[in-house]
């Protein structure tokens, strides 16, 4: 299974700019890069997916450097309501449809 | 449409006893997945299938079983329940493969004495 690493935690204030870095180095051709937010007693919710390059929605960016070993989601001007866990996610296609949640990083924005 | 619903919400149960969370979604997804999360921690799969009929074993299979008679219901099984399956068990689907969405449903937290 590919395997990711990011950071446990991390402080933010409102309206600064977050980027959480994932590091996955054994990710495979096919695989893409999902970023999943949680929220106290609720289940993951979908952010932002990519394959390389840049990727923005409207809540966040994701930006893949060409060897791909590597992901930042960018969460512009965050508010409190950010305050959540952010997992990365690797789907790892030699391992059919297993997706693997590492610990996550746990972001706290304060006012 | 009301996405991936769980019940029930809470649960406690005592160590030998059995129960089955149910799990359903009405997305018309092919894909289902079992999640657990214990505290503080990341999220594991438990099974996982690829539609009616199919199912598969994920990274912590042990204690539990699954069935998948129709499209929408995913139940999961717990015999003879352990202390260490106190968690909070996450039920979510998806249209396609690993790389897809996936939409969870609101958790049920189960303890175990």
């Known amino acids: 299974l590919a395997k990711t690493t990011q950071p446990i935690s991390m402080d933010s204030y409102e309206g600064q700019e977050v980027n959480i870095t994932c590091s996955h180095n054994?990710?495979?051709?096919?695989?893409?890069i999902t970023w999943y937010q949680q929220f106290p007693s609720q289940g993951p919710r979908f952010i932002i997916q990519?394959?390389?390059t840049k990727v923005t929605n409207e809540v966040a960016s994701l930006f893949i450097p060409a060897d791909r070993k590597s992901s930042t989601l960018s969460l512009p001007r965050v508010s409190l309501s950010d305050t959540a866990v952010y997992y990365c996610?690797?789907?790892?296609?030699?391992?059919?449809?297993?997706?693997?949640f590492g610990g996550g990083t746990r972001l706290m924005v304060k006012p | 449409n009301a996405g991936v619903t769980q019940t029930p919400k809470f649960r406690i149960l005592k160590i030998g006893q059995s129960m089955t969370l149910q799990c359903t979604q009405d997305?018309?997804?092919?894909?289902m997945y079992w999640y657990r999360q214990d505290p503080g921690m990341g999220l594991k799969l438990i099974y996982y299938?690829?539609?009616?009929?199919?199912?598969d074993k994920g990274e912590v299979p042990n204690g539990y079983n699954v069935s998948r008679s129709t499209t929408e219901d995913f139940p999961l099984r717990l015999e003879l329940a352990a202390p260490s399956q106190t968690s909070v068990y996450f039920c979510?689907?998806?249209?396609?493969?690993?790389?897809?969405?996936?939409?969870f449903g609101p958790g049920t937290r189960l303890t175990v004495l």
């Open positions: 979510a689907s998806s249209t396609g493969t690993g790389w897809s969405e996936q939409f």
């Open positions: 054994n990710i495979a051709t096919n695989d893409y």
């Open positions: 990519g394959y390389k």
């Open positions: 996610l690797v789907g790892d296609s030699r391992a059919g449809n297993m997706l693997t």
């Open positions: 997305m018309n997804h092919n894909y």
């Open positions: 299938s690829v539609g009616a009929g199919i199912t």
